[in-house]
């Protein structure tokens, strides 16, 4: 029997590919959506032939998961090999991985100050606690919300979307459709921080088993 064939997927269907994990998210929340479907929100457009879907499927497929992208500790660098994916959609991509780690150790960290451990064991938290406190609150979110030249620069978005909820891990159960208020913040860049928070919350489940 004859394979049936079928018509290369034309720009627009790209964008309604690239579209729809956000009106997912929109629709059923962000804990319904596959890790494709996150990255997808993330890496916001495709190339020619392939939508944002496809490359977020490459990605997974070269690294096993998401939870191995985490764990290989790849810079941008490590991802210019994968057709469609760019600096700014690699920061975006890493930044939800430092998130996720960044709260991760602060919970440890404060888990190790109400119990009596070794002192070896609460040097080495305490180490890995200041470790990422040097990336800056204010510098991951802005690199998830990206540069626009239309509207304030990133990071002084991110530094009134702080401000607003005190820390990142007090973003997390918010409603954040009210995030629009801030200037420069559409539902586009708003969606892309929901879609970071459940990339984080995810991992930072899989650390804790």
Request: glycine share 6%.
């Amino acid at each position: 029997m004859a394979a049936v064939k079928t018509a290369s997927p034309t720009q627009e269907n790209l964008e309604q590919i690239g579209r729809y994990p956000a009106d997912k998210l929109l629709d059923k929340g962000s804990h319904h959506l596959t890790q494709a479907e996150l990255l997808a929100i993330l890496i916001d457009s495709g190339i020619s032939g392939k939508s944002a879907i496809d490359v977020a499927n490459a990605l997974l497929d070269q690294h096993a998961g998401l939870y191995n992208i985490y764990r290989k500790g790849l810079s941008v660098d490590d991802f210019s090999g994968l057709e469609g994916l760019g600096p700014a959609q690699a920061a975006r991509i890493l930044a939800a991985l430092k998130i996720a780690r960044l709260i991760y150790a602060r919970q440890r960290f404060e888990r190790a100050k109400r119990v009596d451990l070794p002192l070896f064991y609460r040097a080495e938290i305490e180490r890995l606690h200041n470790e990422v406190d040097r990336w800056s609150e204010i510098g991951l979110p802005a690199s998830v919300i990206g540069a626009d030249n239309a509207a304030p620069p990133s990071l002084k978005i991110a530094e009134e979307v702080i401000l607003r909820f005190s820390s990142i891990e007090r973003i997390f159960g918010q409603d954040l459709g009210s995030l629009q208020e801030i200037q420069g913040l559409d539902a586009a860049k708003v969606i892309r921080i929901a879609a970071t928070l459940e990339i984080a919350s995810r991992l930072i489940r899989a650390f804790q088993t």
